[in-house]
Structures are given as C-alpha cells and as structure tokens.
C-alpha cells in the first residue's frame, strides 16, 4: 500500500517550473520581500537572481568592508549578521588590488566614506529615506573654517598628493601615513551620525604635520602645499567646523540627499531602458572586456526604482560559459531591469544567501577573496516560529516506512 502525502502552504514555497524550451526556474522567497530565483538556460547559461523589494520596512543595503583586506563574501556577510540585522543575501562588488587589497572605485558604509573620488563609473547608492540608485556619482567636499573661510576636498582615503586637501576616515586605519610636509586637523563627529550629501559639524580636537592617529567616530582633515597653508591659518583647536561631502549624480537635475551607501563597478549593461550595445562603452570599461563572456556579478533596478536585482552568471564551465554586456542586457530587460551595471566578476562572481555559496564560482579553489559586499539585510523583529517554508510539495511513502521533510522556519 502506497501512502499519498501532499502539502499546501501559501507562503514561502520553492518552486520549480519550465519557462520557454529549455529554461528552468527554480524560485524560493527567502525573507518577505526577497526572492532568489536560479536560471538554467540555453547557452548554457546557469544565474542566480535576487529580487529585493525595496517597499519593505524591514529590508535594507549595506555595503561592507573587512578590516582586514581581501576576505570571501561569506565571511563579510557572517561578519556582519546579528540578532536584528540579519545579512539574508550578499555578492561581491567592486573591482579591486590585489596587492593593496582595497576597492579601486567610490565606497560608503553606513554613511562613512570608504573611498571618495571624481570618477564616471557607475555606482549603486542608497539614501537615508530608503531611496535606490544607478549613475555614475563622483565625490567633492568642502571644509567651512569657524571663520567662514573654506576650501575644496578633493579625496577621501587616497594618497595624498601636492596641493590637495584629502580626508582620512577609521577605514583608512589607524593613522593618515602621510609626511610632515603638510598639516592636518584631527576631528571628532558631532552630528548624531554620517551621512554622505548633508552637511556634517565636527570639533577640532588636534592640529599638528604628518601622520596623525584617526579617531574611530572622527577624522583627519590633510593637507599639503596651498591646502596646508589654510588648516595652519584658518583651524585651531577647539573649534567647530563644517564638512559638505557629495557624491553627486552624473545625470542631469538629478538630486540625491541623505546618502547611506555607494558601491561602484565598471561597466554600465542598461540605462534608461536603452541595453549595451547601443548605448556605447558608457562607464569606459573597454569594448574587448564587455563583449567577453565571463562569469558576471551584477545589479539592476526597474523602471520606478521599487525593487533592486542582485545578479550573478557562472562561466567557465561546461554547465555556463558565462555572459558578455550584451547577453545580460538581453536578460534583464526580459525581467523588468531599466538601469543596471556590471560589478566585479570572473573568479570574484558569488552569491551568498543565508550564508550559503548559491551559485558555481569558477576558480579551482572555490570562493575568492574580495575587497567589499553589497548586502541585502533584514531587521524584522525576532519573534516566535511565523511560517514554515517546506522543500518538499509532496512525498509517497509505503505503509511501513517514513520519508524525512525539510523545512526551514
């Protein structure tokens, strides 16, 4: 005798269906609100999708950078996740060295600056009022003296160079490196938090030359040449001054406040709804790199900005042979995808969701080491047991015998 078993739930059920002739589908809610789907496609191409709905309260971005310098996304995501804040899916971002182990291109964390610069490469950012965006954005600050006298900030965490005033946040480490042929003022914040596009107030708590020690909730404003002569004439200890920090929106009339998070990549797939090709080499990335197929980590967002897609392509291997611009542009258009670019990819391409590797990276070793996450985190509130999500949809089992379930709360 044969024991029929089914299952019905309406919420958080993985799913498999057969799309067009050889596509395959497989879709699984992981958190209200975010959606991981994985593609099996002609090519053969295999991709993992997280789909972010960005109307949800309790569903946010974080970019991320390790202390430490190159680390696996699933370490950045594990380093991250606690109670309340839990990271429920994670890929690796930017472009990187390898031998400084730091992003090539802008970063901020929560409102601090990781690296700023002028630069056209795109960029994913995220605002204060829970706002997403793809341009390209590049970094200029401003110091204002308690005198009114102010000055340009060219960089963030960067070298620094002649006749340039650069700012040095925690992320840089424990002091600016630079010389003593220029002059520096250590800052302590006293705005309730960072914030990027806002202006921030700060007490000078030191002055003096090179390499001063960076406060963890502070700063060090550093200059050289033209810009020394104006912290020595113009910032003393004690005082209170201002610092206008923007990451301002290629795009024209466009304005972004309140920035909590940039991540950036190289090479733009979509803008405005218009796919690469036909937009041309956009961000500078090369014509010979867009047009390779490689493994592809990614993200896009729709037409009105309410939901976000984390992407990710295998390649190098028989199963995928990975995408070039063209061929993503191809894909996400069919998913509703108006803006989108390419992040770091090759043997860096990974997925992380609930701190599991969801997709193939193509490196013999497995994961590689990067030097920053885009994460997707959730703060619902933690409560008792609120659904069940089961593997199985149904099961037949003979009289006699039992049959294990799965099932993830």
Not at 76 to 82: C, G, K, T
Not at 293 to 320: E, I, M, W
Not at 345 to 369: A, C, F, I, K, Y
């Amino acid at each position: 005798m044969k024991l029929f078993v089914s299952f019905s739930f309406s919420l958080l059920i993985a799913v498999s269906t057969l799309h067009a002739a050889g596509d395959t589908v497989s879709t699984e809610i992981i958190a209200p609100g975010v959606i991981h789907t994985q593609y099996t496609l002609p090519g053969p191409y295999t991709l993992d999708v997280l789909e972010v709905d960005v109307k949800n309260p309790h569903i946010t971005f974080e970019t991320f950078k390790p202390a430490g310098g190159l680390t696996k996304t699933t370490v950045q995501a594990a380093a991250n996740d606690r109670a309340g804040h839990r990271v429920i899916g994670a890929v690796n971002a930017d472009f990187f060295s390898f031998e400084t182990g730091w992003p090539i291109n802008n970063q901020v964390v929560n409102g601090k600056p990781v690296l700023g610069q002028s630069t056209v490469k795109s960029q994913f950012v995220f605002t204060k009022d829970r706002k997403a965006y793809i341009d390209g954005f590049a970094f200029a600050g401003k110091v204002i003296a308690a005198n009114k006298n102010s000055a340009a900030i060219q960089k963030v965490n960067y070298t620094r160079a002649a006749d340039q005033m650069q700012l040095y946040t925690s992320f840089k480490g424990g002091s600016t490196g630079t010389d003593a042929s220029g002059s520096e003022a250590v800052l302590n914040l006293l705005s309730p938090a960072w914030v990027m596009n806002d202006t921030l107030l700060f007490t000078v708590t030191q002055t003096g030359a090179g390499n001063s020690a960076i406060p963890s909730n502070g700063a060090v404003l550093s200059g050289s040449g033209t810009a020394a002569a104006f912290i020595s004439t113009n910032i003393a200890v004690g005082d209170t001054i201002k610092l206008v920090m923007n990451y301002t929106p290629r795009t024209a009339g466009q304005s972004v406040k309140s920035i909590l998070q940039v991540i950036a990549g190289n090479g733009r797939i979509i803008k405005g709804g218009v796919p690469y090709p036909t937009i041309g080499d956009y961000d500078g990335s090369g014509q010979s790199f867009n047009d390779a197929r490689h493994p592809r980590t990614f993200v896009g967002q729709n037409a009105d900005s309410s939901k976000v897609y984390l992407c990710a392509v295998d390649g190098r291997q028989a199963s995928s042979i990975g995408m070039n611009f063209a061929e993503m542009a191809a894909f996400l258009q069919k998913l509703g995808i108006t803006n989108a670019f390419n992040l770091d990819g090759g043997g860096s391409t990974t997925m992380v969701v609930r701190g599991n590797v969801v997709n193939s990276p193509s490196d013999p070793g497995g994961e590689r080491s990067v030097a920053n996450t885009l994460q997707v985190i959730s703060t619902a509130p933690v409560g008792s047991l609120n659904f069940l999500d089961m593997r199985e949809s149904r099961a037949e089992v003979f009289q006699g015998l039992s049959k294990q379930f799965h099932a993830d709360g």
